[in-house]
Protein backbone atom coordinates (compact mmCIF):
# COMPACT_ATOMS: atom_id res chain seq x y z
CA UNK A 1 0.00 0.00 0.00
CA UNK A 2 2.80 2.53 0.93
CA UNK A 3 4.81 1.47 -2.66
CA UNK A 4 1.15 2.38 -4.38
CA UNK A 5 1.12 5.37 -2.66
CA UNK A 6 4.18 6.27 -3.13
CA UNK A 7 3.58 5.29 -6.92
CA UNK A 8 0.62 7.73 -7.04
CA UNK A 9 2.43 9.99 -5.85
CA UNK A 10 5.07 9.84 -8.37
CA UNK A 11 2.85 10.18 -10.94
CA UNK A 12 0.53 12.55 -9.20
CA UNK A 13 3.74 15.15 -8.73
CA UNK A 14 4.96 14.28 -12.50
CA UNK A 15 1.60 15.01 -13.93
CA UNK A 16 2.10 18.37 -11.98
CA UNK A 17 5.00 19.51 -12.98
CA UNK A 18 4.07 18.68 -16.75
CA UNK A 19 1.00 21.06 -16.04
CA UNK A 20 2.97 23.48 -14.15
CA UNK A 21 5.52 23.37 -17.01
CA UNK A 22 2.51 24.50 -19.67
CA UNK A 23 1.01 26.93 -17.55
CA UNK A 24 4.42 28.47 -17.49
CA UNK A 25 5.03 28.39 -21.11
CA UNK A 26 1.30 30.19 -21.24
CA UNK A 27 2.39 32.77 -18.81
CA UNK A 28 5.12 33.81 -21.41
CA UNK A 29 3.16 33.77 -24.37
CA UNK A 30 0.93 36.39 -21.98
CA UNK A 31 3.74 38.50 -22.62
CA UNK A 32 3.83 41.58 -25.57
CA UNK A 33 3.49 39.83 -29.45
CA UNK A 34 3.34 41.68 -32.74
CA UNK A 35 0.81 40.69 -35.04
CA UNK A 36 0.83 40.99 -38.71
CA UNK A 37 -2.34 41.19 -40.58
CA UNK A 38 -2.02 40.13 -44.14
CA UNK A 39 -5.42 40.54 -46.13
CA UNK A 40 -6.15 39.95 -49.82
CA UNK A 41 -8.40 40.34 -53.00
CA UNK A 42 -7.45 37.80 -55.63
CA UNK A 43 -7.82 38.68 -59.23
CA UNK A 44 -11.23 38.12 -60.59
CA UNK A 45 -10.61 35.44 -62.96
CA UNK A 46 -8.04 33.18 -60.73
CA UNK A 47 -9.00 29.54 -60.42
CA UNK A 48 -10.29 28.41 -57.15
CA UNK A 49 -7.10 26.00 -56.68
CA UNK A 50 -5.01 28.83 -57.50
CA UNK A 51 -6.75 30.29 -54.46
CA UNK A 52 -6.45 27.65 -52.33
CA UNK A 53 -3.07 26.84 -52.96
CA UNK A 54 -1.88 30.35 -51.93
CA UNK A 55 -3.96 29.40 -48.90
CA UNK A 56 -2.15 26.18 -48.38
CA UNK A 57 1.26 27.44 -48.86
CA UNK A 58 0.82 30.15 -46.31
CA UNK A 59 -0.79 27.93 -44.07
CA UNK A 60 1.83 25.62 -44.60
CA UNK A 61 4.61 28.38 -43.36
CA UNK A 62 4.25 27.95 -39.56
CA UNK A 63 5.85 24.19 -39.70
CA UNK A 64 8.75 25.90 -41.65
CA UNK A 65 9.40 28.98 -39.50
CA UNK A 66 10.06 28.54 -36.23
CA UNK A 67 9.36 32.68 -35.19
CA UNK A 68 5.71 32.03 -36.10
CA UNK A 69 4.40 31.01 -32.47
CA UNK A 70 0.76 31.78 -33.47
CA UNK A 71 -0.68 31.61 -36.79
CA UNK A 72 -4.86 32.11 -37.97
CA UNK A 73 -6.81 32.39 -41.48
CA UNK A 74 -10.19 32.65 -42.56
CA UNK A 75 -12.62 33.95 -45.69
CA UNK A 76 -14.27 37.22 -44.96
CA UNK A 77 -17.85 36.68 -43.25
CA UNK A 78 -18.51 40.11 -42.49
CA UNK A 79 -22.40 41.61 -43.23
CA UNK A 80 -21.14 45.16 -43.29
CA UNK A 81 -19.78 45.25 -47.04
CA UNK A 82 -16.47 47.57 -45.99
CA UNK A 83 -14.13 44.74 -46.99
CA UNK A 84 -12.94 46.70 -49.67
CA UNK A 85 -12.94 43.51 -51.91
CA UNK A 86 -10.65 41.80 -49.72
CA UNK A 87 -11.53 38.19 -49.17
CA UNK A 88 -8.76 36.11 -47.36
CA UNK A 89 -7.14 36.95 -44.21
CA UNK A 90 -3.90 35.51 -42.59
CA UNK A 91 -2.61 36.80 -38.96
CA UNK A 92 0.74 35.65 -38.11
CA UNK A 93 1.82 36.50 -34.33
CA UNK A 94 5.75 36.95 -33.44
CA UNK A 95 7.52 37.61 -30.45
CA UNK A 96 9.07 40.87 -31.82
CA UNK A 97 10.25 42.76 -34.52
CA UNK A 98 13.36 40.55 -35.19
CA UNK A 99 11.16 37.13 -35.64
CA UNK A 100 9.04 39.32 -38.14
CA UNK A 101 11.96 39.88 -39.90
CA UNK A 102 13.49 36.40 -39.85
CA UNK A 103 10.09 35.24 -41.31
CA UNK A 104 10.21 38.39 -43.82
CA UNK A 105 13.38 37.07 -44.97
CA UNK A 106 12.93 33.41 -44.46
CA UNK A 107 13.31 31.28 -47.61
CA UNK A 108 10.23 29.88 -47.09
CA UNK A 109 8.26 32.90 -46.94
CA UNK A 110 10.16 34.50 -50.03
CA UNK A 111 8.85 30.99 -52.12
CA UNK A 112 5.71 31.67 -50.98
CA UNK A 113 5.39 35.74 -52.32
CA UNK A 114 6.47 33.73 -55.53
CA UNK A 115 3.38 31.89 -55.33
CA UNK A 116 1.28 34.80 -54.25
CA UNK A 117 2.82 37.69 -56.23
CA UNK A 118 0.77 37.36 -60.10
CA UNK A 119 -2.61 36.39 -57.98
CA UNK A 120 -3.36 38.89 -55.87
CA UNK A 121 -4.94 41.92 -57.02
CA UNK A 122 -5.04 43.95 -53.76
CA UNK A 123 -2.49 43.36 -50.68
CA UNK A 124 -2.39 44.83 -47.25
CA UNK A 125 -0.27 44.49 -44.09
CA UNK A 126 -0.83 45.70 -41.17
CA UNK A 127 1.34 44.98 -37.92
CA UNK A 128 0.71 46.16 -34.75
CA UNK A 129 1.95 45.06 -30.84
CA UNK A 130 -0.27 43.81 -28.48
CA UNK A 131 -0.05 42.72 -24.91
CA UNK A 132 -1.34 39.04 -25.03
CA UNK B 1 7.72 8.56 5.95
CA UNK B 2 4.10 6.89 4.69
CA UNK B 3 2.13 9.54 6.08
CA UNK B 4 4.40 12.34 4.44
CA UNK B 5 4.37 10.79 0.99
CA UNK B 6 0.28 10.51 1.53
CA UNK B 7 0.36 13.78 2.62
CA UNK B 8 2.74 15.42 -0.66
CA UNK B 9 0.37 12.25 -2.83
CA UNK B 10 -2.91 14.29 -1.67
CA UNK B 11 -1.19 17.56 -2.13
CA UNK B 12 0.55 17.15 -5.77
CA UNK B 13 -3.27 15.63 -7.09
CA UNK B 14 -4.96 18.42 -5.38
CA UNK B 15 -2.71 20.72 -7.73
CA UNK B 16 -2.72 18.46 -10.38
CA UNK B 17 -7.00 18.72 -10.33
CA UNK B 18 -6.68 23.00 -10.34
CA UNK B 19 -4.28 22.99 -13.00
CA UNK B 20 -6.15 19.86 -14.87
CA UNK B 21 -9.42 21.95 -14.14
CA UNK B 22 -7.78 25.13 -15.51
CA UNK B 23 -7.04 23.66 -18.60
CA UNK B 24 -10.31 22.75 -19.11
CA UNK B 25 -11.50 26.04 -18.80
CA UNK B 26 -8.77 26.67 -21.58
CA UNK B 27 -9.96 24.03 -23.75
CA UNK B 28 -13.34 25.45 -23.45
CA UNK B 29 -11.78 28.56 -24.95
CA UNK B 30 -10.06 26.55 -27.91
CA UNK B 31 -13.58 26.70 -30.07
CA UNK B 32 -14.49 28.64 -32.56
CA UNK B 33 -14.61 32.01 -32.76
CA UNK B 34 -15.31 35.24 -35.32
CA UNK B 35 -12.35 37.90 -35.21
CA UNK B 36 -14.25 41.59 -36.19
CA UNK B 37 -10.81 43.02 -37.78
CA UNK B 38 -11.15 46.93 -38.07
CA UNK B 39 -8.55 49.28 -39.80
CA UNK B 40 -8.36 53.24 -39.87
CA UNK B 41 -7.29 55.58 -42.08
CA UNK B 42 -7.89 58.96 -40.70
CA UNK B 43 -8.57 62.19 -41.99
CA UNK B 44 -4.47 64.38 -42.68
CA UNK B 45 -6.09 67.28 -40.60
CA UNK B 46 -6.86 65.41 -37.61
CA UNK B 47 -5.92 66.57 -34.33
CA UNK B 48 -4.13 63.82 -32.31
CA UNK B 49 -6.81 64.45 -29.43
CA UNK B 50 -9.69 63.83 -31.66
CA UNK B 51 -7.78 60.32 -32.99
CA UNK B 52 -7.10 59.35 -29.23
CA UNK B 53 -10.56 60.07 -28.79
CA UNK B 54 -11.48 57.35 -31.09
CA UNK B 55 -9.51 55.22 -29.62
CA UNK B 56 -10.77 55.58 -26.17
CA UNK B 57 -14.23 55.47 -27.13
CA UNK B 58 -13.68 52.03 -29.11
CA UNK B 59 -11.33 50.79 -26.25
CA UNK B 60 -14.12 51.47 -23.73
CA UNK B 61 -16.74 48.98 -25.63
CA UNK B 62 -15.74 45.75 -24.03
CA UNK B 63 -16.86 47.27 -21.02
CA UNK B 64 -20.12 48.37 -22.63
CA UNK B 65 -20.96 45.37 -24.46
CA UNK B 66 -20.74 41.79 -22.89
CA UNK B 67 -20.74 39.73 -26.06
CA UNK B 68 -17.25 40.79 -26.79
CA UNK B 69 -14.87 38.35 -25.81
CA UNK B 70 -11.81 39.38 -26.45
CA UNK B 71 -10.48 43.00 -27.76
CA UNK B 72 -6.68 44.44 -28.70
CA UNK B 73 -6.42 47.28 -30.48
CA UNK B 74 -2.63 49.14 -32.09
CA UNK B 75 -0.94 51.16 -34.70
CA UNK B 76 0.80 50.16 -37.76
CA UNK B 77 4.52 49.36 -37.38
CA UNK B 78 5.00 47.20 -40.36
CA UNK B 79 8.10 47.95 -42.50
CA UNK B 80 6.45 46.57 -45.83
CA UNK B 81 4.95 49.95 -46.57
CA UNK B 82 1.71 47.69 -47.64
CA UNK B 83 -0.82 49.51 -45.20
CA UNK B 84 -2.63 51.68 -47.97
CA UNK B 85 -2.33 54.44 -45.10
CA UNK B 86 -4.17 52.24 -42.65
CA UNK B 87 -2.79 53.43 -38.96
CA UNK B 88 -5.25 52.06 -36.62
CA UNK B 89 -6.18 48.32 -35.99
CA UNK B 90 -8.82 47.28 -33.83
CA UNK B 91 -9.44 43.25 -33.51
CA UNK B 92 -12.60 42.29 -31.42
CA UNK B 93 -13.37 38.85 -31.04
CA UNK B 94 -17.10 37.07 -30.36
CA UNK B 95 -17.74 33.44 -29.73
CA UNK B 96 -20.77 34.03 -32.68
CA UNK B 97 -22.45 36.29 -35.51
CA UNK B 98 -25.26 36.75 -33.53
CA UNK B 99 -23.12 37.87 -30.59
CA UNK B 100 -21.17 40.16 -33.82
CA UNK B 101 -24.64 41.51 -34.70
CA UNK B 102 -25.27 42.29 -30.92
CA UNK B 103 -22.53 44.80 -30.84
CA UNK B 104 -23.43 45.77 -33.85
CA UNK B 105 -26.51 47.11 -32.96
CA UNK B 106 -25.32 48.04 -29.00
CA UNK B 107 -26.11 51.51 -28.19
CA UNK B 108 -22.56 52.12 -27.11
CA UNK B 109 -21.62 50.69 -30.68
CA UNK B 110 -23.94 52.96 -32.21
CA UNK B 111 -22.09 56.07 -29.90
CA UNK B 112 -18.96 54.90 -31.25
CA UNK B 113 -19.59 55.18 -34.57
CA UNK B 114 -21.35 58.73 -34.23
CA UNK B 115 -17.65 59.56 -32.90
CA UNK B 116 -15.29 58.13 -35.98
CA UNK B 117 -17.81 58.76 -39.15
CA UNK B 118 -16.27 62.23 -39.55
CA UNK B 119 -12.72 61.16 -38.67
CA UNK B 120 -11.71 58.73 -40.61
CA UNK B 121 -10.84 58.89 -44.54
CA UNK B 122 -10.88 54.97 -45.03
CA UNK B 123 -12.10 51.95 -42.97
CA UNK B 124 -11.89 48.21 -43.78
CA UNK B 125 -13.86 45.67 -41.84
CA UNK B 126 -12.75 42.53 -42.25
CA UNK B 127 -14.64 39.16 -39.96
CA UNK B 128 -13.51 35.45 -40.19
CA UNK B 129 -13.94 32.39 -38.24
CA UNK B 130 -10.92 30.68 -36.60
CA UNK B 131 -10.55 28.05 -34.24
CA UNK B 132 -9.00 29.25 -31.24
Do not use: C
Request: charged residues 30%.
Amino acid sequence: MGKLIATWSVAALLAGGVLISGLSAHADEDSKVLRHIVLYKFKDDLAPADVQEVVDTFAALPSKIDTIVDFEHGTNVSPEGKSEGLTHAFVVTFRDEASRDVYLKHPAHLEYVEVVRDRREKVVVFDYWVDE
